[in-house]
């Protein structure tokens, strides 16, 4: 990973005595272009984020981890390939926003990410978040969710609700929805091994798209939710509980 020219590897421990020489200079310094960037936070492997940028060669994507071992499939794959419009960045999402100015993100996806239905504070949908992202994210900038966890998703639409922001998609079973338009089916199509492996598992997949004003003072949901009854990964489900904030 160290000699990849498309991974940046700054984990807490590094950030902390040190700033990004390339906060607000992506475009032009790392793209050399203008073209959209779009975040995939939690990016895995970086399966997701490589297909985007095959679909889409005129926007530039930037797929985030902590985990460089899993990463680093994603980032040989691009440099094979030579997609000039993808990069990995490896940290802590928690300071996510200590490596992008203002306005410099249009989009952001989470795919698949860790429910973390004990713990509120480190769910990536969580207002916690959502005031990190509007650091860096273009006012109104959009937010996908795709997910496999009831949990989440429940959460994160009452997240949605309780703030009143713009919801422009929502489907708990996005392979058996009908009106879905080609442009989205194309993106949504794109299937990781964990998901393919839930799908064959018979779980639904669950996504929405919402934007993220910069007004408003985000309130969290009030609202206990049903734990999933599993976990990603064949993992069993933590807790005795049944339900959570």
Not at 81 to 105: H, K
Not at 136 to 153: E, M, Q, R, W
Not at 189 to 209: C, F, N, Q, V
Request: aromatic share 14%.
């Amino acid at each position: 990973m160290e000699t990849f020219p498309n991974v940046f590897q700054y984990p807490f421990r590094v950030m902390e005595n040190t700033s990004f020489a390339l906060k607000g200079r992506w475009h032009e310094d790392y793209f050399k272009n203008q073209n959209p960037i779009v975040l995939e936070l939690g990016c895995g492997k970086g399966e997701y984020t490589v297909e985007l940028a095959r679909l889409y060669p005129d926007m530039n994507f930037i797929g985030v981890d902590i985990k460089g071992a899993r990463m680093w499939t994603g980032a040989k794959m691009a440099l094979e390939e030579g997609l000039s419009n993808v990069a990995f960045l490896r940290t802590n999402i928690e300071i996510i926003d200590r490596f992008f100015s203002e306005g410099e993100v249009q989009e952001i996806w989470l795919t698949f990410s860790d429910p973390q239905m004990k713990n509120a504070h480190k769910r990536l949908t969580s207002t916690f978040f959502m005031e990190r992202y509007r650091k860096f994210l273009a006012d109104g900038g959009v937010i996908h969710l795709k997910t496999d966890s009831n949990f989440l998703f429940t959460y994160t639409t009452f997240m949605v609700a309780e703030n009143h922001l713009p919801l422009l998609f929502r489907t708990e079973d996005l392979y058996h929805t009908d009106g879905i338009d080609d442009e989205t089916r194309k993106i949504l199509a794109i299937r990781t091994y964990y998901e393919s492996m839930w799908i064959d598992r018979g779980l639904p997949i669950r996504y929405m798209k919402f934007r993220l004003p910069h007004e408003g003072v985000l309130q969290e949901p009030d609202i206990e939710i049903e734990l999933d009854e599993y976990r990603s990964y064949h993992r069993p489900k933590r807790s005795s509980l049944e339900k959570s904030k």
